[in-house]
């Protein structure tokens, strides 16, 4: 069902479905994508007797900016907030997260900062909280070339080309970051519209370019993101998935980096025919995940 609620500084638009009393579940998409990410996760949870809330991020879709000359950010200190005012607003003083991309940063973001809310935690790519203040290290040539668009973006050409071809553009995104995942028209066509909201480009400009400091990102955050930029471990149940084919980074086998950032590492797996859009590719593996936390 879709729905909308306020915010302090959004209104946002999100799909709800399942028991209205029972526990609930925030599932987070990621760039580019939306809410129907989630459209195989959530039947499994609702089934199980969980309420599953699927938001629209900043930028995505239906949600807005309540205020019309509020700066067009989404750096991780804003979005990981959006999560907790989103929670707030629907007054949930505990909940479950699951996310991917831009969607497990906030969770990790919530996860990291307010672990009393935040009762058990599926992030989809480990631990993606960033150090915003120090220069990104250079990484090997072939994972530099993977993240084109995120120096295309850093340049106003960039910003002029997600704008005038956005649909195209985060079409060829998807299929770069999960080349054994072959989608129909359709499925790209029903989410594609969430990308013509008037605050996406800015949004997504503000993201990539704050995370390589050619940005600045709003006063209000800066504790928040030089605490983030200490990278707080997280001490919630947690379990982290990553998709074996992911075009942005091929996971190992090893969990030790994740143990060392997860206080309470329920598991790690890497899951086989799957790459970035691992909750659209493999949906049972997210939900699956879920349901073990929750009901153990």
Same mark, same amino acid.
């Given at each position: ?28 998409h990621g760039f580019p994508d939306d809410v129907h990410a989630y459209d195989d996760v959530a039947p499994p949870l609702t089934n199980a007797g969980f309420r599953v809330l699927v938001p629209y991020l900043r930028g995505y879709g239906r949600t807005s900016f309540r205020e019309a000359q509020a700066p067009r950010m989404a750096e991780q200190a ?70 084109? *668009? ?6 106003? &050409?960039?910003?002029?080309?997600? #704008?005038?071809? =956005?649909?195209?553009?985060? +079409? !060829? ?68 998935? *990553? ?6 980074? &091929?996971?190992?086998?090893?969990? #030790?980096?994740? =143990?060392?950032?997860?206080? +309470? !590492? ?31």
């Amino acid at each position: 069902m879709e729905r909308s609620i306020q915010t302090p500084a959004l209104n946002v638009g999100y799909e709800e479905s399942g028991n209205a009393s029972g526990f609930p579940i925030i599932l987070l998409h990621g760039f580019p994508d939306d809410v129907h990410a989630y459209d195989d996760v959530a039947p499994p949870l609702t089934n199980a007797g969980f309420r599953v809330l699927v938001p629209y991020l900043r930028g995505y879709g239906r949600t807005s900016f309540r205020e019309a000359q509020a700066p067009r950010m989404a750096e991780q200190a804003a979005i990981g907030q959006d999560l907790i005012d989103f929670a707030d607003a629907l007054k949930l003083q505990r909940f479950a997260v699951a996310g991917y991309d831009w969607g497990g940063r906030a969770a990790g973001v919530a996860a990291a900062l307010h672990p009393d809310r935040v009762r058990a935690a599926v992030l989809v790519g480990g631990y993606t909280i960033q150090d915003v203040f120090s220069a990104p290290r250079p990484a090997a040539p072939q994972v530099e070339a993977a993240f084109w *668009y995120q120096w295309y973006f850093n340049t106003e &050409r960039g910003r002029i080309g997600l #704008a005038q071809n =956005r649909r195209a553009l985060c +079409k !060829l995104l998807w299929q770069q970051w999960s080349p054994t995942w072959t989608f129909t028209d359709a499925i790209y066509e029903k989410t594609a519209p969430s990308f013509d909201n008037p605050d996406f480009v800015d949004c997504v400009i503000h993201s990539y370019r704050h995370r390589n400091l050619n940005a600045k990102g709003d006063p209000r955050f800066d504790a928040v993101e030089h605490r983030l930029a200490a990278r707080p471990k997280i001490d919630v149940p947690t379990i982290t998935l *990553y998709g074996a084919d992911d075009g942005l980074a &091929r996971p190992g086998q090893d969990d #030790a980096g994740d =143990r060392t950032v997860f206080t +309470k !590492l329920v598991a790690r797996r890497v899951v086989p025919g799957a790459g970035h859009f691992l909750p659209r590719e493999k949906p049972e593996a997210v939900s699956s995940a879920l349901l073990q936390l929750l009901q153990a």
